[in-house]
T-cell receptor
Framework: SQQGEEDPQALSIQEGENATMNCSYK?????LQWYRQNSGRGLVHLIL?????REKHSGRLRVTLDTSKKSSSLLITASRAADTASYFC??????????FGAGTRLFVKA | DTEVTQTPKHLVMGMTNKKSLKCEQH?????MYWYKQKAKKPPELMFV???????INESVPSRFSPECPNSSLLNLHLHALQPEDSALYLC???????????FGSGTRLTVV
């Protein structure tokens, strides 16, 4: 299976704190994407980082990619209660296969 | 229009029924996808259409049959499903294959 792994599986923090989630994948990728899902329903694309990029920012999100270690991390700064959701990393492999990791459940306490 | 629309939102079907799920996008996206998601699990890739041609079938059983009638529409035909096929079926599209998916809100399927 090409499914990567994410850690932690669950994370509980206070509002205003930073949240960091990590993702590892198996083989060479074209890009790696992060998605958020609320209440087991709609998935929302957050950010995409290409295999030749090392870091990318979007608002309060910062993503890093280390292709030598086959790993990525997502940092959410100054978290809010509305950030409570499941976060999935999704590497896209050769042939445009995007495979979702197991996900991290983030709970932000107000 | 920046949405992917899936119908129906809920579907209950018997194991001998034939039904279809429908997905529509009007963003001019060139790739469309079907994913299956069980409760508390990540979405699992089923099919990828690129420029209206099936490019990936992730060893999905033949009781699931995808169809892409045109660049805006994607269907998933269901026949003789099993109770374990009950899940949330998600459709997505992207401007380019493998990049930045817009997901629909899904069809929650229950097989009885």
């Amino acid at each position: 299976s090409q499914q990567g792994e994410e850690d932690p599986q669950a994370l509980s923090i206070q509002e205003g704190e930073n949240a960091t989630m990590n993702c590892s994948y198996k083989t060479s990728i074209n890009n790696l994407q992060w998605y958020r899902q609320n209440s087991g329903r709609g998935l929302v694309h957050l950010i995409l980082i290409r295999s030749n990029e090392r870091e990318k920012h979007s608002g309060r999100l910062r993503v890093t990619l280390d292709t030598s270690k086959k790993s990525s991390s997502l940092l959410i700064t100054a978290s809010r209660a509305a950030d409570t959701a499941s976060y999935f990393c999704a590497p896209t492999y050769i042939g445009f296969k995007t495979i979702f990791g197991a996900g991290t459940r983030l709970f932000v306490k107000a | 229009d920046t949405e992917v629309t899936q119908t129906p939102k809920h579907l209950v079907m018997g194991m001998t029924n034939k039904k279809s799920l429908k997905c529509e996008q009007h963003m001019g996206h060139r790739a469309m996808y079907w994913y299956k998601q069980k409760a508390k699990k990540p979405p699992e890739l089923m099919f990828v259409y690129s420029y209206e041609k099936l490019s990936i079938n992730e060893s999905v059983p033949s009781r699931f049959s995808p169809e892409c009638p045109n660049s805006s529409l994607l269907n998933l035909h269901l026949h003789a499903l099993q109770p374990e096929d009950s899940a949330l079926y998600l459709c997505a599209s992207s401007q380019e294959p493998g990049e930045g998916y817009t997901f629909g809100s899904g069809t929650r399927l229950t097989v009885v």
